[in-house]
């Protein structure tokens, strides 16, 4: 499967960077002015446009690279949402995204660090390590940046862990009474296309968590709630035929690329 | 009814904002030169051009969710008029486009539509 490339500096983009949500709605009207809808339910195209500056040689050749692998408009790649949280249901822990443990237990609606009830409470009742994660239909030899608020009422350890089938990147964390955002960027070795990101907790262990967030990139942004849409766009193609490359000097080029996804 | 989401400052637009007020009329116009008007529209529409700078990724984050809650000019949600506090029961997005350019970390910058709907 074909991936949009990262940079150099491990991410997909550079500012500005647009992201254009559409939909589709049918309008009618009657003889008496009145406006009638009806909504394309399940109609949804997003469109980010990228302005690609200061490009080295190899980084331009890896975008000529795939727009000449899908042909232009007509083949499928995976896009990782430069501006999104690659995470579904980063607030929502017990939906079907993510995947947790038998004695894994969760509480939902605790305070959070901006003073709402967003945050939510995983405790271990088991005796053995217990883990919650969601996998990512993403390359595992990209540049992640996992960030998550964590604290405890009672003071203990966390492991932050980003895991492919021949790759894994653990960090245990000490999570003390005070929220604090955990950034870690993660960089595996491997070739798999599937990623777990998650945490973990020891035999009795408990902690709060807020604003799970993964980014493709080698920082953290500023957090994002995402909904049943996480950021990983498995069928996004380039939205021209064309792709323009300005050679702004030796090792320095330009481009603006548009992708497009449906749902 | 859902309300339109406010940004961090508690208002929902900043200036320049800009308001406009349409009706449509027909207008018949006979070999005599008389003419007959006539509305088409029950009443006036109000359309409400909201251009939006250094909004965050939260505010961002609420307004996107918003518009795909209401699936683009689809859904209807109450708005107050940010000139004059009036509340408006049914509106909706202009448009079934929403789009969000990023200029640099929390530094978004959009162009919100909003109008009466006409019933």
């Known amino acids: 499967m074909p991936y949009f490339p990262q940079l150099q500096s491990g991410a997909t983009s550079q500012f500005p960077t647009r992201r254009r949500i559409e939909k589709r709605t049918v309008r009618a009207e009657s003889p008496e002015g009145r406006e009638w809808k009806a909504a394309d339910?399940?109609?949804?195209?997003?469109?980010?446009?990228?302005?690609?500056?200061?490009?080295?040689?190899?980084?331009?050749?890896?975008?000529?690279?795939?727009?000449?692998?899908?042909?232009?408009?007509?083949?499928?790649?995976?896009?990782?949402?430069?501006?999104?949280?690659?995470?579904?249901?980063?607030?929502?822990?017990?939906?079907?995204?993510?995947?947790?443990?038998?004695?894994?237990?969760?509480?939902?609606?605790?305070?959070?660090?901006?003073?709402?009830?967003?945050?939510?409470?995983?405790?271990?009742?088991?005796?053995?390590?217990?883990?919650?994660?969601?996998?990512?239909?993403?390359?595992?030899?990209?540049?992640?940046?996992?960030?998550?608020?964590?604290?405890?009422?009672?003071?203990?350890?966390?492991?932050?862990?980003?895991?492919?089938?021949?790759?894994?990147?653990?960090?245990?964390?000490?999570?003390?009474?005070?929220?604090?955002?955990?950034?870690?960027?993660?960089?595996?070795?491997?070739?798999?296309?599937?990623?777990?990101?998650?945490?973990?907790?020891?035999?009795g262990g408990e902690v709060e968590v807020f604003g799970l967030q993964v980014e493709a990139q080698g920082g953290a942004s500023r957090y994002k709630k995402s909904g049943s849409r996480g950021g990983v766009y498995r069928e996004a193609r380039f939205a021209e035929d064309t792709l323009a490359v300005k050679a702004e000097g030796p090792e320095c080029y330009a481009c603006t690329v548009r992708v497009v996804a449906g749902l | 009814m859902s309300e339109y989401p406010k940004l961090r400052t508690g208002g929902a637009a900043q200036y320049p904002s800009v308001k406009t007020i349409g009706y449509r009329t027909e207008v018949l116009r006979f070999v005599d030169g008389s003419e007959q008007r006539y509305r088409e529209w029950g009443g006036p529409v109000r359309r409400w051009e909201l251009r939006l700078d250094l909004i965050d990724e939260e505010e961002w984050g609420r307004l996107e969710q918003f518009f795909e809650q209401n699936q683009g000019s689809f859904g209807g949600f109450r708005f107050e008029d940010p000139g004059d506090g009036t509340g408006y029961e049914d509106c909706s997005f202009g448009g079934d486009e929403l789009e969000w350019e990023l200029e640099g970390e929390s530094r978004g910058r959009t162009v919100v539509v909003v109008e009466e709907n006409r019933t």
């Open chain 1, 41 to 203: 339910g399940l109609w949804r195209r997003v469109e980010w446009r990228l302005e690609l500056g200061g490009l080295t040689s190899a980084e331009w050749a890896a975008v000529e690279g795939l727009f000449h692998e899908v042909e232009g408009r007509r083949g499928s790649f995976t896009f990782l949402d430069p501006v999104g949280n690659l995470l579904a249901w980063s607030e929502e822990l017990e939906r079907e995204a993510w995947t947790k443990d038998p004695y894994l237990e969760i509480t939902r609606e605790v305070e959070d660090p901006w003073g709402t009830r967003r945050a939510t409470r995983l405790r271990n009742t088991g005796p053995v390590p217990q883990k919650i994660e969601q996998a990512l239909g993403a390359p595992g030899w990209f540049q992640y940046c996992v960030s998550v608020w964590m604290r405890s009422e009672v003071s203990g350890e966390a492991t932050v862990f980003a895991r492919t089938g021949t790759a894994a990147k653990n960090e245990t964390v000490q999570v003390g009474g005070a929220w604090r955002r955990i950034v870690r960027p993660v960089k595996l070795t491997c070739a798999d296309e599937l990623v777990r990101f998650g945490i973990e907790l020891g035999a």
